[in-house]
């Protein structure tokens, strides 16, 4: 959301007015009133999940599930979007849920950022996740926001969706109709949008447990900390006996979600990576990198330097993987 | 549907029992119905850190944060920090001495962000400390002087030694 903000003249000649105070009321008389910012909403706190997709679901396109509020806050604030219906879910504690298994992680949708980083368990068995989770933002901010609402966002520039496309998480969506799961990279479609149906919220995400042998890094370059990254990547090496067994990239913030670097990934899997034999096979893999991208002209960045930047990420994300990895 | 709901919120240790509209954020709830204004309004979108308050023990940014979602909970602002008897927090006071205000709009929020990371890292690097304050935004100082000033706090919050 950090960047939606100089988004349209409208939005802030709607602020304006907002902050002035100034409202309409009977008859047309202009009356001053307690400054605020969002346009009028129904607001709903359901104790319950099923409760929740009720109201989703009577709702319709009219409906917004409110998790932790760092991206549709100012959202409302600045009147970019103004749902019918708030549904605030911080009420239902089924949602609180993280659970570490021997197999798996599953982060519930109340999970806030700094619950990730508080985990010792979760920072050993998933690294990746706590070292982009690091990065989004500053400590108020991971205070109240949370990993499945920063899924469900798919903000381009955002760290959570290329973890999860690296990772290979899966998110489990709920409406009324039941549940289902929906893969990573399914779930994401394009710019701040994704697979969730109208009346459906994301109920929880699950992390599978990185094989032995694995090293995986997480980088990016913002202008100041806790800015949205103008570019990075995640990478996950999986190392035997000195050959890269599995490989995975993605690039954050080329303007439609999560890249996925395929090209590089299939250039690095099968290779020798022991006694420097990573330097060809890391060179070829960034030179995939960069003829794949599609970064566009933005306030922030050019084109030519996102692309310059993403090959850049790559290979620093690459050089830290390995590292991790061990086996070489 | 109702445009108001009642809430209960405890704000510095005082309880309150109001009727807010449902859209009213916690940042206006206290300037406003309140009438603590040393809580700071700067961008209203989650950017500058100038309205962060203490919820139920952790920093928040107040104008992210709807009014009604403080039911319940307890609330600590700028106005809570100083002792009962008119003392000044030892973050003020290391604040205060080291110059570490100018305009002190962005104060309130930077008092609040440094709590919580004393009581949590008591100890902290003055890199730790500049990565806590990373998101609250100082048009004035330069930030050298926070940093010392948080950095004096600490030492000075330190329990006395045995």
Redo the contacts between chains.
């Keep these: 959301?950090?960047r939606l903000?100089a988004r349209g003249k409208a939005a802030r000649a709607a602020?304006r007015v907002a902050?002035r105070g100034v409202q309409f009321g009977a008859g047309g008389k202009i009356e001053v009133a307690?400054?605020?910012?969002?346009?009028?909403?129904?607001?709903y706190?359901p104790r319950s999940v099923d409760e929740a997709l009720r109201i989703l679901d009577d709702a319709g396109r009219d409906g917004r599930v409110l998790a932790g509020?760092?991206s549709l806050?100012?959202m409302?604030?600045?009147r970019v979007v103004s749902p019918a219906a708030?549904v605030?879910i911080?009420r239902i504690e089924a949602l609180d849920r993280l659970h570490v298994g021997s197999d798996g992680l599953i982060v519930g949708a109340l999970v806030r950022h700094?619950d990730i980083l508080r985990n010792a368990a979760l920072r050993e068995g998933w690294p990746l996740l706590a070292e982009a989770t690091s990065l989004v933002?500053?400590?108020?901010?991971r205070?109240?926001g949370t990993v499945c609402g920063s899924l469900a966002h798919n903000d381009p520039a955002a760290e959570h969706p290329s973890v999860l496309v690296t990772l290979d998480g899966t998110v489990v969506v709920a409406g009324r109709g039941g549940r289902r799961e929906v893969p990573a990279e399914t779930f994401f479609t394009g710019m701040l949008s994704t697979a969730l149906e109208p009346g459906e919220m994301v109920v929880e995400v699950r992390y599978p447990r990185p094989p032995a042998g694995t090293g995986t890094a997480f980088v990016e370059f913002a202008r100041?900390?806790?800015d949205f990254a103008i570019a990075g990547a995640a990478a996950m090496l999986t190392v035997r006996d000195g050959v890269c067994e599995r490989a995975r990239l993605t690039i954050v913030g080329m303007g439609e979600g999560p890249f996925r670097a395929r090209a590089a990934e299939l250039a690095l899997t099968g290779r020798r990576l022991a006694r420097n034999g990573h330097e060809d096979a890391f060179a070829e893999a960034v030179a995939k990198v960069v003829e794949a991208v599609n970064p566009s002209n933005d306030v922030h960045a050019s084109a030519a330097y996102r692309r310059h930047l993403a090959g850049v990420m790559a290979r620093r994300a690459l050089d830290a993987a390995l590292a991790r990895a061990g086996g070489v | 549907?109702a445009?108001e709901?009642r809430i209960k919120v405890t704000v510095n240790g005082q309880g309150h029992d109001k009727v807010v509209?449902?859209?009213?954020?916690l940042a206006?709830f206290i300037r406003?119905?309140l009438h603590l204004t040393g809580t700071h309004l700067g961008?209203?979108?989650?950017?500058c850190?100038a309205c962060?308050v203490s919820m139920n023990g952790?920093?928040?940014?107040a104008?992210?944060?709807?009014a009604?979602?403080a039911d319940g909970a307890e609330i600590v602002t700028i106005e809570g920090l100083r002792q009962a008897d008119g003392t000044r927090h030892p973050l003020q006071q290391a604040f205060h001495e080291n110059f570490a205000l100018q305009c002190g709009y962005c104060t309130p929020g930077m008092l609040i962000?440094a709590l919580?990371?004393l009581r949590d890292n008591p100890n902290p690097s003055e890199q730790e400390v500049?990565?806590?304050l990373?998101?609250?935004l100082c048009r004035c100082t330069g930030y050298q002087a926070i940093v010392d000033a948080v950095m004096d706090a600490a030492r000075r919050m330190q329990p006395a030694a045995t």
């Design positions: 959301m950090r903000w602020v902050r307690t400054p605020v910012k969002p346009a009028w909403f129904d607001y706190a509020g760092q806050m100012p409302l604030n600045l708030l605030d911080n700094a933002a500053h400590p108020a901010i205070n109240r100041r900390l806790g | 549907m445009r709901q509209p449902v859209r009213l954020s206006d406003e119905h961008c209203e979108h989650g950017v850190g962060t952790r920093s928040v940014r104008c992210l944060t709807l009604v979602q962000t919580e990371l500049r990565e806590a990373s998101g609250n």
